[in-house]
């Protein structure tokens, strides 16, 4: 369900400002609405976050380029490491600089600067040249080379490979320095950053917000809008009486857009980590769409990856993840919800590979002749497109029916109804068409006829007529798309084949090289190691795609849900 929403504006003496906030961020509840631009307060806080995640990256880095070299482990606050990231960075263009000239030079050899300006002296001078030429002039004699001149160097040619040796040494100490800091330290430290960020921003928005009382009494109050849950109301209440706070509650006006706050049963909340990583809510006035997400989903997921092998891999790794999990003093708040979804995930694409029998591209002896393998395997795919046909009807037409039963005191339910018909006549109309059904069955073309009564007649209200009229005009070619939305679910098998071909086809050239066996081992696993690491990493792709869309698009569209929601996010401290 989405959460009814109350909105609040809150009353606090100015100079208790900082305690309201303090208490605000205890309490956890509330949704503050703060302006995008800021204020002092709010920029000086992201300088310090944006410099400490700064320090952090610089030092995974370090780590990552020194590895293997013992260091002394230090801690460094963020400042000093950005100091020493700077002299680097100052040493790198010194370092390029003193390169350039060594190449500018090395033609010429080793000779000493110092030599050349005491024959100056006596009217000797020794010309120099771009492409490595150089020559004796006496007096005012002009040279007889056509390249163009070059100064004499400052300094012996040896002398300044010497400073490039000492630059890359020091650079090499600085890295070494940096990659010795404690990443512990630093990443403790970005929560309370952000943490920061959001309090003086919640501060600048106070202090925005000022109200002056009068001259007569001189006291400011300073206030602050936002959300909060409707179940919330007597929590908030009770913390405005024991701070002292003015508060105001009222439900959403029809212009206002609420933060959305899903409450999924208990089963399936863990998908609002998804809809968190996919950075999506539905709008507040829409419906919560948890359910059927996360079941239509997992079989989307399991068809796309559409190999078992690929499967039992990412099983392993989320039952890894289980074991740091349990390990973890302090886990982070999201990774059981992701671990809860890959081990649904991969466990549902396992039971693909037992029905399909399809493991790394191939197929287990003892499962060929299982009823669901030869099933599967029909050699026109006529099967599997009809199961995906029909996966993709009984979405859309769950949507349909959800809808009208939300609408039961609305007449216009019955347009939903009719849809459902309409989509259950095209699903019977895709089947005819790519030859899985012989024909319409003659009750079919009845259905189609009473559902277009419905939809034509209780699609609008009489008083919308004027204004909407013009979707009853759309509505053969709303048609001809719910044709085009059940035949695209045809995807979950085309994607799913490709998948399973590519496997088969590195197989077939792992097996098929034509070697000895002691020369044939280590290109076969190369072989299998590339192409199905590409594969598997094409099947993640697709997931992203395919699996995404059939939910937001289609069915959303079908269901009323636009994705135009902001989650909500209440001011409170980060674990």
């Known amino acids: 369900m989405i959460v009814p929403m109350k909105r609040l504006i809150l009353l606090c003496v100015a100079e208790d400002s900082a305690n309201t906030l303090e208490a605000l961020r205890d309490l956890g509840a509330v949704h503050l609405e703060l302006s995008q631009g800021g204020g002092g307060l709010t920029g000086t806080a992201k300088e310090t976050l ?21 260091a002394t482990s230090a801690s460094l606050p963020v400042d000093e490491v950005l100091a020493l990231d700077e002299r680097r960075e100052e040493l790198k263009g010194e370092l390029e600089a003193l390169k350039a000239t ?42 007889n080379g056509t390249a163009r001149p070059l100064p004499l160097p400052t300094e012996r040619l040896s002398v300044m490979q010497r400073k490039v040796a000492q630059a890359e040494s020091e650079i090499g100490a600085l890295t070494a320095q940096i990659g010795a800091v404690e990443r512990e330290a630093l990443v403790k430290s970005v929560p309370g950053l952000r943490d920061a960020v959001a309090f ?17 009494e001189g006291a400011t109050l300073a206030t602050v809008s936002g959300w909060i849950a409707a179940d919330n109301v007597a929590t908030v209440e009770a913390a405005a009486k024991t701070n002292g706070w003015g508060l105001a509650l009222r ?23 998804l809809f968190e990583g996919l950075g999506i809510a539905p709008a507040y006035t829409e419906a919560d769409v948890s359910v059927p ?24 790794l989320a039952l890894g993840g ?83 039963l939300c609408m039961l005191n609305d007449r216009t339910c019955l347009a939903q109804f009719g849809w459902a018909g309409i989509l259950l006549f095209m699903y019977l109309v895709t089947n005819s068409i790519v030859g899985i059904f012989g024909g319409i069955p003659s009750w079919a073309y009845w259905m189609f006829g009473v559902s277009l009564v419905l ?32 035949i695209s679910y045809v995807r979950l098998f085309a994607v799913g084949l490709a998948s399973v071909k590519v496997a088969q086809n590195f197989n077939d050239m792992a097996v098929g090289l034509d070697l ?30 395919h699996a995404v869309r059939l939910n937001t698009l289609e069915f959303s569209n079908h269901k009323g849900v636009s994705w135009a929601g902001y989650a909500f996010k209440p001011f409170k401290r980060s674990t």
């Open 50 to 70: 944006e410099r400490a995640e700064r320090a952090l990256r610089l030092v995974e880095k370090a780590k990552k380029d020194r590895k293997g070299l013992d």
């Open 102 to 143: 060594c190449r500018r030079y090395e033609p010429f050899g080793d000779f000493d600067p110092a030599l050349a300006k005491k024959l100056e002296e006596v009217g000797v001078r020794l010309q120099l040249r771009e492409d490595g030429s150089f020559e004796f002039l006496y007096g005012s004699e002009e040279g």
């Open 200 to 216: 003086a921003a919640a501060a600048d928005e106070l202090a925005a917000n000022r109200v002056s009382l009068g001259a007569a």
């Open 251 to 273: 439900d959403p006006n029809a212009d206002e857009t609420p933060p959305t706050l899903i409450r999924p049963p208990k089963l399936f909340r863990p998908v609002k980590a």
């Open 293 to 316: 997400f996360m079941c239509y989903f997992s079989i989307f997921f399991a068809m796309l990856v559409g190999d078992g092998g690929y499967g039992a891999i990412i099983l392993a």
């Open 322 to 404: 289980w074991w740091k999990y349990r390990q973890a003093k302090r886990p982070a708040p999201l990774m059981k919800s992701w671990l809860i979804l890959l081990t649904v995930f991969s466990s549902a694409t396992v039971v693909w590979g037992f029905l399909s029998n399809t493991w790394f591209g191939a197929g287990l002896p003892f499962a060929a002749e299982w009823p669901t393998v030869k099933w599967l395997g029909d050699p026109t795919y006529g099967n599997m497109m009809l199961l995906c046909f029909t996966i993709g009807v009984s979405h859309l037409m769950i949507a349909r029916i959800w809808t009208g």
């Open 455 to 486: 939809v034509f007649g209780f699609t609008l209200k009489g008083n919308e007529l004027k204004s909407r009229g013009i979707e009853l005009g759309m509505l053969p070619l709303n048609i001809m798309s719910a044709l085009g939305d059940i």
């Open 516 to 545: 000895p066996l002691w020369l044939k081992i280590v290109p076969m696993v190369l072989i299998l190691l590339v192409g199905h690491g590409l594969n598997f990493a094409m099947a993640g792709l697709s997931i992203l795609v």
